[in-house]
C-alpha cells in the first residue's frame, strides 16, 4: 500500500500549507512517472487521510493530478530517453516503491552507461492549493 504512504505524506504537507484556511477547495498534484502509482487507490487514500485529519477544511476538496512522463539523460554520451515499464514485475514492483532503482534496472540506450540522471518524472509536487481564508 505504497499509495497510501505518499498519500499520508502528501496530507501531512498540505495540512501545513493550508494552515489559515477554512476550506481547501482544489489541489492539484503533478505525479512522477516511476511511482508507478494505482490513481485510484491514491485518490481514495488522499481523501480519506485528508478528512480524518480535519473534516471541515477538507471535505469539499477536489483534488486534480497530471502524471509528468519521466526522463533520463545519461552522463557518459547526452543521450535522453524516456522510461518503458519492464517485462519483469519484480523489476517495475521494486522501482514502484523506491523509484530510485531504476539506476539499478537500466542504462542508457545509447552507449550502455549505467550513469545517467533522472532528469523529471519522479516525485509528487503539490501544484497549487485554492481555498478559503478565514
Request: charged fraction near 30%; aromatic fraction near 8%; include cysteine.
Amino acid at each position: 500500500m505504497h499509495e497510501w504512504a505518499l498519500a499520508e505524506a502528501v496530507i501531512a504537507f498540505l495540512m501545513s500549507a493550508s494552515h489559515g484556511m477554512r476550506r481547501v477547495r482544489c489541489v492539484k498534484l503533478r505525479i512522477g512517472e516511476l511511482y508507478q502509482m494505482d490513481m485510484d487507490i491514491f485518490i481514495t487514500a488522499l481523501h480519506e487521510i485528508a478528512i480524518a485529519e480535519d473534516s471541515k477544511r477538507f471535505a469539499d476538496m477536489k483534488i486534480t493530478w497530471e502524471k509528468e512522463k519521466a526522463l533520463f539523460k545519461c552522463r557518459h554520451c547526452g543521450n535522453e530517453w524516456n522510461f518503458k515499464r519492464r517485462e519483469d514485475d519484480e523489476e517495475n514492483e521494486a522501482i514502484h516503491f523506491l523509484p530510485e532503482l531504476i539506476h539499478a534496472f537500466s542504462r542508457c540506450p545509447a552507449c550502455g552507461c549505467p550513469d545517467f540522471d533522472v532528469v523529471r518524472g519522479k516525485g509528487i509536487l503539490v501544484e497549487r492549493i485554492e481555498g478559503e481564508q478565514q
